[in-house]
C-alpha cells in the first residue's frame, strides 16, 4: 500500500500547490477552497494507506523482489459477453435527456434502467451462461 500512499502523496503535494497558484493569480475563495480541499481528501488517504502499510504483510506489488506468480490469482469476475452495461448506459443518457427535454423521458429512462438492472443480475440464472 506504499505505492497508493506515494501516489496520493504526490495528488496532495500538487492541489496544494496548485491552489495556492490560482489563489495567487485570481483572488477567488471559492475554487481555492476546493483545490485546497481535494489536496486535504488527498492527504487523508495517503496517511490512511500509509499507516495500513505499516500495520500489514507487504504485498507484492509493494516489493522489489516480488514475482509475478506471487500475487493474488482472482482479482475478480468480469463477464466478457455482457450487453447490460450498454442497456444501463443507454437508460443514463435517456434521464440526462430527460433532464434537458422533457420529464416523460426520465419514466422511461427508469423504466429502461430497472430493465438493465434486472438483466444484468440475473444474467447467469438463465439462458445459455447459466450455472
Known sequence: MRI??????TGFVLYS???AIYWY???DEVGTIALALTGGMA???????Y????????????RL???????DPEYGFFSPHSWW???IAL???????GLIFAVWLIVLAVATLLFGLVGMLFEYYRGEFAH
Not at 523482489?65 to 500475487?71: F, G, R
Request: aromatic share 16%; hydrophobic share 50%; charged share 25%.
Open 91 to 97: 437508460a443514463t443518457v435517456l434521464v440526462v435527456l
Open 51 to 62: 499507516y495500513t502499510s505499516k500495520r500489514v504483510y507487504p504485498r507484492p506489488e509493494d
Open 43 to 49: 492527504f487523508l488517504i495517503s496517511f490512511y494507506a
Open 25 to 27: 493569480f485570481s483572488r
Open 4 to 9: 497508493e500512499a506515494l501516489l496520493f502523496g
Open 85 to 87: 452495461p450498454l442497456v
Open 17 to 19: 500547490f496548485l491552489a
Open 65 to 71: 523482489d516480488a514475482e509475478i506468480d506471487e500475487a
